[in-house]
């Protein structure tokens, strides 16, 4: 029979680009990461396993896609930043969404066991995943420095939490009042004066996120430094709110 009388649904399928000329953040998060995370027994307040798993797949979405530029996790969520000019996917929206939250997601579950071997995955997990357009470097800036704030915030919070739960014995809904109305300062002060806690010794890891940029590869050649073309996913856990992360990393933000 001939196709074409059904082929016109086609012309249902709109198109969905990206505004061109701009910067596109995608942020990927864990759907119902507060019950996978009990389900699986994720350690509390943070759970390296975990943290570590994130990584792995943030890594592998970055070597697979070189127009990821920088990459920040905490928690069950990754954000990417995309080169401006990026052409991805002719910059379709939801081909770029879909296809790199399936390859976040496909590598979480690809290398799950070798982080929790003693732990089988009881049901798939799947993440969302969103992009948001920013016309500049500084609302760029400003995002990844609101979601490190956010990083510090709730690991400040968490810490403590379950601090006065796990060490001072507190049940979790008076560890809940004991925090209401507390600022910064008297969360660093009773870990310190209740649990000998110096928060700003703890791992940086947790207290700063995952940043993954990519480093030029060098190699030795004849006692020359010379540089290839190809370059390394790398991570650390600096900070990124203040200027000298972009100072020192131009080529984040280039207009091209
Ligand atoms: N115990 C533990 N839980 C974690 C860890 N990382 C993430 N989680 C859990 O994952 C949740 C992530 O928060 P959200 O992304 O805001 O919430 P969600 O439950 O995933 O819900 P949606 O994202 O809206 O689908 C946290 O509230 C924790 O319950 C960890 O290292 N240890
Ligand atoms: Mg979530
Ligand atoms: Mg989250």
Redesign the pocket.
């Known amino acids: 029979m001939a196709n074409s009388k059904y082929a016109y649904v086609r012309d249902f399928e709109l198109p969905d680009p990206l505004l061109p000329g701009v910067f596109m953040v995608l942020r990927i ?7 996978f ?1 009990e389900k699986h027994n ?6 390296v396993r ?2 570590q798993l994130m990584d792995h797949a943030a890594q592998d979405l970055m070597e697979e896609y070189p127009d990821v530029v920088l990459g920040f996790g905490e ?3 990754f954000s990417f930043l995309l080169r401006k000019s990026t052409s991805l996917y002719n910059r379709r929206h939801s081909k770029i969404v879909s296809t790199l939250t399936s390859l976040f997601t496909s590598s979480y579950v690809f290398h799950w066991s070798r982080y929790f071997p003693d732990t089988p995955l009881g049901y798939p997990p799947s993440f ?1 995943g969103r992009i948001v357009l920013y016309p500049g470097t500084k609302e760029v800036k400003d995002y990844f420095a609101w979601r490190q704030a956010d990083t510090h915030i709730n690991n400040l919070y968490n810490t403590t939490f379950w601090a006065l739960v796990q060490q001072g014995g507190q049940t979790t809904t008076e560890a809940h009042s004991t925090l209401r109305g507390t600022f910064a300062k008297d969360k660093h002060e009773i870990l310190f004066s209740r649990f000998g806690i110096n928060y700003n010794q703890l791992d940086a890891q947790f207290r700063k996120g995952s940043v993954l940029v990519r480093e030029d590869l060098e190699e030795e050649k004849d006692g020359e430094v010379s540089r290839r073309p190809k370059s390394k996913v790398v991570m650390l856990h600096c900070d990124i709110i203040k200027d000298e992360f972009w100072e020192e990393r131009s080529g984040l933000l280039v207009e091209s």
């Open positions: 998060d864990g759907h119902s990461f507060h019950r995370s994720f350690a509390k307040p943070n759970d975990a943290l928690s069950d969520e969302d």
